[in-house]
């Protein structure tokens, strides 16, 4: 059992919620919504901040001001966000479920979610990397990652 079993989230050190994140770097895949349907459309595109070699934020302690899109994940806040992987830590603990086996903090290892395909470090591509005569529907995924 880990300390994630043990207490709710909103009762995590910030050391520990910090912990549960797998670095997979799918929440920080931009992400586009139909303004009549409502439906969100996942890219490839991933943002500028995010070092696409171990899918952290270069700026994590100051994203929030060099992102204004960017947004600080709580226990009180994690239902606002339907786009959070399936396999998010912070969705699965607080569904009462399990860590998936390849967690880094299961596994020991921050490349486990690398190397199952979990992580975005195989396909994304930096919005600094944007090519000019490209739209950003022409990094459209067909699925959700």
Same mark, same amino acid.
């Given at each position: 059992?880990?300390?994630?079993?043990?207490?709710?989230?909103?009762?995590? %050190?910030?050391?520990?919620? !910090?912990?549960?994140?797998? #670095?997979?770097?799918?929440?920080? @895949?931009?992400?586009?919504?139909?303004? !009549?349907?409502? $439906?969100?459309?996942? %890219?490839?595109?991933?943002?500028?901040?995010?070092?696409?070699?171990?899918?952290?934020?270069?700026?994590?302690?100051?994203? @929030?001001?060099?992102? *204004?899109?960017?947004?600080?994940?709580?226990?009180?806040? @994690?239902?606002?966000?339907?786009?959070? *992987?399936?396999?998010?830590?912070?969705?699965?603990?607080?569904?009462?479920?399990? @860590? *998936? %086996?390849?967690?880094?903090?299961? +596994?020991?290892? %921050? $490349?486990?979610?690398?190397?199952? #395909?979990? +992580?975005?470090?195989?396909?994304?591509?930096?919005?600094?990397?944007? $090519?000019?005569?490209?739209?950003?529907?022409?990094?459209?995924?067909?699925?959700? *990652?």
């Amino acid at each position: 059992m880990g300390f994630w079993n043990e207490k709710p989230l909103e009762a995590l %050190t910030p050391a520990e919620w !910090e912990s549960l994140c797998d #670095g997979c770097g799918r929440c920080c @895949l931009v992400k586009l919504q139909d303004e !009549e349907s409502g $439906e969100l459309h996942y %890219t490839a595109l991933a943002c500028a901040e995010l070092d696409l070699e171990s899918c952290r934020c270069r700026h994590y302690d100051s994203r @929030l001001e060099r992102v *204004p899109d960017c947004i600080a994940l709580s226990a009180a806040s @994690l239902g606002e966000y339907p786009w959070l *992987p399936n396999s998010c830590a912070y969705r699965l603990v607080a569904a009462g479920q399990a @860590l *998936p %086996t390849w967690h880094p903090l299961l +596994s020991g290892s %921050t $490349e486990s979610v690398h190397a199952i #395909g979990i +992580s975005v470090r195989n396909f994304a591509v930096s919005e600094n990397d944007l $090519e000019s005569d490209l739209d950003i529907e022409d990094y459209l995924l067909e699925e959700h *990652p």
